[in-house]
């Protein structure tokens, strides 16, 4: 930005970020030049990046188009299993630094990790849904994972999902089945975890 820009531009830009005034981008792009901004000037300061490694029961990945069946699944854990989740669009922006100083810890501390799929594409295509996938199997190969899919066969999913049992669906009705037989999962996981004392 600050080669093609003039300095009273630049400036100008600089300020609003300091007083918070609406910018104008759309919440995503608003969000990360707020978090970049401020971690610059952290970095300017030679201040230590303030991180808080939060513990979860459940990390939830998803593919950017099937962010509502996920965001549905979300809500319902949290809801009805009390357990605290990993969710991207909740949990980072209220994270301070770098986004992945908030991913790592998360992955390690869950219990179960659920992903949510109505095209394995959806999860193919987007690399940090697949380093997601392959650093909890990785980090923790003993603890379940929990693939939620509509629309294809669950061989399809990308390694090492295909090893693990799908809830599928079809249509709405199926959808709150299968939200119950989560529920059912993730109690036997995060059970079988505070047995073993991990």
């Known amino acids: 930005m600050k080669a093609w820009r003039s300095p009273a531009i630049i400036a100008a830009f600089e300020q609003a970020l300091k007083e918070k005034t609406d910018l104008g981008l759309c919440p995503v792009t608003d969000s990360i030049v707020r978090r970049h901004s401020a971690y610059i000037r952290q970095l300017s300061r ?3 990046i303030p ?3 939060e513990k979860y029961g459940v990390f939830l990945s998803f593919g950017n188009p099937d962010q509502l069946w996920a965001q549905r699944v979300f809500e319902f854990i949290t809801k ?3 357990h605290k989740v990993f969710f991207a669009p909740y949990s980072l922006p209220q994270h301070p630094g770098l986004w992945n100083k908030a991913i790592y810890p998360a992955l390690r501390s869950a219990s179960s990790f659920v992903v949510v799929a109505t095209n394995p594409e959806h999860l193919t295509k987007r690399r ?4 997601e996938i392959n650093f909890f199997h990785q980090v ?4 379940d994972m929990i693939p ?3 629309g294809f066969d ?5 390694d090492p999902l295909p ?3 799908a809830l599928t669906w079809n249509d709405e009705r199926e959808f709150g089945a299968v939200l119950q037989q989560l529920r059912t999962r993730i109690s036997r996981s995060n059970a079988g975890r505070s047995a073993a004392g991990a």
Do not use: C, K, M, N
């Open 46 to 48: 030679a201040e230590e």
């Open 51 to 53: 991180v808080v490694a």
């Open 80 to 82: 009805e299993t009390g």
């Open 128 to 131: 940090w849904v697949d380093f």
């Open 140 to 143: 923790h190969p003993d603890r």
């Open 148 to 150: 939620i899919i509509s």
């Open 154 to 158: 669950h061989q399809s999913l990308p």
């Open 163 to 165: 090893a693990f049992d």
